[in-house]
């Protein structure tokens, strides 16, 4: 009984990796994985230029990729949500097969060489045969079981399937696993569209006041991804094309392109670049995250670029660096102003499991003066901590929290100096397969252009609940708040502005095929102000129709 009870308990802990290998193996380039106890959990299958071996198992970080020969070009592992992964780089004509050895995996690429080919030897003289390899003796004791190995590919000698008779190995690789979308070769296109009816009220004037419109816009988008040896390339762009609008200055295009590489410099340094572009005239988060820009509305482009790289130290921990230029310009007669900031950032992180990783941050950013708006320049130095991944059962995101000490010398009195805390977060809870809750939330200092601040501060919350219907129908709902606080003596006050604005949102959408979805959804704004000038009460109705890939966010 206390022998089963051990058995029952060492089944249910995953085994330990304890090494993995370069060999050859019936004169073939191999992978061998050593266990601690028998490895149970294994899957194989081929994702573009690797072949990825998933393994139920727990590993140390002092788990090392070994070199390997030709044909393999690289091998990397890689922590998962489900135990560890291994990565190997190998041309998609080379076929490969996986073989389970109790506590051992043998990854073999290639065919096995031809009895043919094999030196002769003489009946009466020469050389002993060589020893069978100990993992031939175990299989020829042990026959595999038809569920007992994964076969990416090959055959054994004489075209039977490798590891005897007996082992139901296929004989051909499974199809592989390629991402959705359009493929020329390695490269994969996702190109997608939407077209939406929207009724909403618009600020164009020179105030707060709103005015019905009622207009069509289009979204034609397209997504590529390119591997580039052991890393990715991402580029997506996106334009909106509004058209039957009250007003000119709507009946235009707006544009959003990105950029996002990935490249591994090696088993402990990968480095990354992106950019972004946009260029428009409703999308005013782009140029002022926290809403104060909100009338007086006119055409802005914005150009970010930034890179980074990362360490890592072969344990769990790892050191990350980066650098971020952001540069935005206005129209001289919209409501606010050219600006320029520049950001490094250095951490340490730490691996705290299988999908969670925790850091700890400093960040300087830093808002040189212009001749537009000289209050403007500001000296931001912020230190935080954040985690990430799978925080929680069932709860994945991004959370990070810290303090910061901002100045901007230029700035009427009041507003030269911020100290205090700052924090951001994005959380998703899951309730089953399509139902969640997305929650989040900020404060920040956010730049201004209200009288003689540098800065305001902003906090907001938001929650945002999807949940499946009948009739296939996909339900959601959200509410949020928002407060914006100055640090100056408004004029016309006498005491700092505050600006607190409430939303609500609900929807309705359907999935109509796997590249199509239906949905409608209402909105509701109240910004409430201190200074009544800027009271404002905004609707908006969208109804729309989607095609194409569409990302996973987007579909109902």
Same mark, same amino acid.
């Given at each position: 009984m206390s022998a089963a009870l051990v058995l029952a308990w060492g089944l249910?802990?995953?085994?330990?990796?304890?090494?993995?290998?370069s060999e050859r193996v019936e004169g073939r380039p191999a992978l061998v994985v050593v266990a601690a106890a028998p490895l149970l959990d294994v899957s194989a299958r081929r994702e573009g230029l690797d072949v990825v071996v998933s393994l139920g198992a727990t590993s140390t970080g002092l788990l090392f990729p070994p070199a390997v020969p030709p044909p393999l070009e690289a091998v990397r592992i890689e922590r998962s949500a489900g135990g560890v992964r291994l990565r190997v780089r190998v041309a998609p004509t080379v076929s490969y097969e996986v073989?389970?050895?109790?506590?051992?995996?043998?990854?073999?690429?290639?065919?096995?060489?031809?009895?043919?080919?094999?030196?002769?030897?003489?009946?009466?003289? /020469?050389p002993p045969p060589t020893p069978a390899a100990a993992s031939d003796l175990y299989r020829g004791l042990f026959p595999s079981s038809p569920t007992g190995s994964d076969a990416g590919a090959g055959a054994g000698a004489g075209g039977a399937p490798a590891g005897g008779p007996d082992a139901a190995l296929p004989s051909e690789r499974p199809p592989e696993e390629r991402p959705e979308g359009l493929h020329a070769g390695s490269l994969t296109l996702k190109p997608s569209a939407s077209l939406r009816y929207v009724d909403a009220d618009v600020s164009l004037f020179d105030t707060p006041q709103i005015v019905r419109d009622r207009y069509a816009e289009a979204r034609p988008a397209l997504a590529l991804e390119l591997p580039l040896r052991d890393g990715m390339l991402r580029l997506d762009y996106e334009a909106r094309l509004r058209r039957y609008s009250s007003f000119a200055e709507l009946n235009g295009v707006s544009h959003q392109a990105n950029a996002h590489v990935d490249y591994p410099m090696g088993p402990s340094l990968t480095v990354r670049g992106s950019g972004h572009f946009a260029r428009g005239l409703l999308e005013t988060a782009e140029v002022d995250p926290g809403g104060e820009y909100f009338f007086r509305l006119g055409h802005f482009t914005r150009r970010q670029f930034g890179g980074g790289a990362r360490v890592h130290t072969g344990g769990p921990f790892d050191v990350?660096? @980066?650098?971020?230029?952001?540069?935005?310009?206005?129209?001289?007669? @919209? /409501?606010?102003?050219?600006?320029?900031?520049?950001s490094v950032a250095g951490g340490l992180g730490i691996a705290i499991g299988a999908e969670r990783r925790s850091s700890l941050n400093y960040s300087f950013e830093e808002?040189?003066?212009?001749?537009?708006?000289?209050?403007?320049?500001?000296?931001?130095?912020?230190?935080?901590a954040a985690v990430e991944g799978?925080?929680?059962?069932?709860?994945?995101?991004?959370?990070? @929290? /810290?303090?910061?000490?901002?100045?901007?010398?230029r700035a009427a009195p009041g507003g030269q100096r911020f100290r205090g805390l700052i924090f951001g977060a994005q959380l998703t809870r899951d309730f089953g397969r399509s139902a969640h809750l997305v929650l989040s939330g900020n404060r920040s200092t956010?730049?201004?252009?209200?009288?003689?601040?540098?800065?305001?501060?902003?906090?907001?919350?938001?929650?945002?609940l999807t949940a499946p219907l009948p009739l296939s129908l996909s339900f959601s709902a959200g509410g949020g708040y928002h407060v914006n606080r100055y640090p100056t003596v408004a004029t016309a006050l006498g005491t700092p502005r505050r600006d607190a604005i409430v939303n609500w949102t609900a929807g309705l959408g359907r999935r109509i095929s796997r590249w199509a979805f239906v949905r409608a959804d209402y909105r509701r704004d109240r910004r409430d102000s201190n200074l009544d000038f800027y009271d404002q009460r905004t609707h908006a109705f969208y109804a729309e129709l989607g095609l194409g890939f569409l990302p996973p966010g987007v579909r109902p």
């Open positions: 249910a802990v995953p085994p330990r990796l304890l090494e993995v290998r073989r389970r050895e109790r506590d051992r995996i043998v990854l073999l690429f290639g065919s096995a060489p031809a009895a043919a080919d094999a030196p002769p030897t003489s009946a009466s003289a /020469g990350d660096v @980066a650098g971020v230029l952001d540069k935005v310009t206005v129209d001289e007669e @919209a /409501g606010f102003f050219d600006y320029d900031r520049r808002v040189p003066p212009s001749p537009e708006r000289p209050e403007a320049e500001s000296r931001i130095h912020t230190l935080s799978e925080i929680m059962p069932l709860l994945s995101g991004r959370a990070a @929290a /810290g303090y910061a000490w901002r100045e901007s010398p956010e730049l201004s252009a209200f009288e003689h601040n540098a800065f305001y501060v902003a906090t907001s919350l938001l929650a945002v």
